[in-house]
């Protein structure tokens, strides 16, 4: 049986918002982000002041930018995970199914959900700390406050789908 990981769950077009995923769950308290092509990237310390300016302003960087990336990023996460579900849920509870087969298979399942839903929990104490980032910018703050309560209401229901499909072996 081949070892359960996040990308097990992303599609191969969905590799960006693995990444993305595991970036935001590496922010720490002072740490900006920069986006390039809808990917997350940690923003440099190298540039003085009055150059860091003008680069964010000619690639139109910006808090609130980076913020609907990050929005993006973790609603995609929980749908793919959601779709990932749907697409094992019928496989798991085909009639035909092997018994010792389902249940390996549930395993499998179980374990690479477990990691995303551990990539979400990182994202979301990513998300505090750059809201304590943020802390003078009210409307940015309010909003990662939002989007992680979102995002664990989230992880609450994956966690229930989970269960249930494991009770339905």
């Not at 959601?82 to 496989?91: A, K, P, S």
């Not at 409307?139 to 979102?150: F, H, K, Q, Y």
Request: aromatic share 6%.
């Amino acid at each position: 049986m081949q070892e359960a990981s996040a990308v097990e769950v992303f599609p191969r077009e969905k590799s960006d918002t693995c990444v993305n995923l595991k970036v935001i769950g590496k922010i720490q308290v002072g740490d900006k982000l920069t986006t390039w092509n809808n990917r997350l990237n940690f923003e440099e310390d190298g540039w003085p002041w009055p150059f860091q300016s003008i680069k964010r302003m000619a690639l139109r960087e910006n808090r609130g930018r980076t913020a609907d990336v990050i929005e993006t990023v973790l609603t995609d996460s929980v749908q793919v995970v959601g779709n990932y579900l749907d697409r094992h849920w019928q496989i798991l509870g085909g009639a035909s199914a092997n018994l010792q087969n389902t249940s390996t298979n549930h395993k499998k399942i179980e374990k690479s959900v477990n990691i995303v839903i551990t990539d979400l929990q990182a994202a979301v104490d990513g998300l505090c700390n750059m809201k304590e980032t943020y802390s003078e910018d009210r409307v940015i703050s309010t909003r990662l406050e939002v989007l992680a309560d979102t995002i664990d209401r989230d992880i609450k229901n994956i966690q229930t789908r989970v269960s249930t499909l494991a009770r339905q072996q």
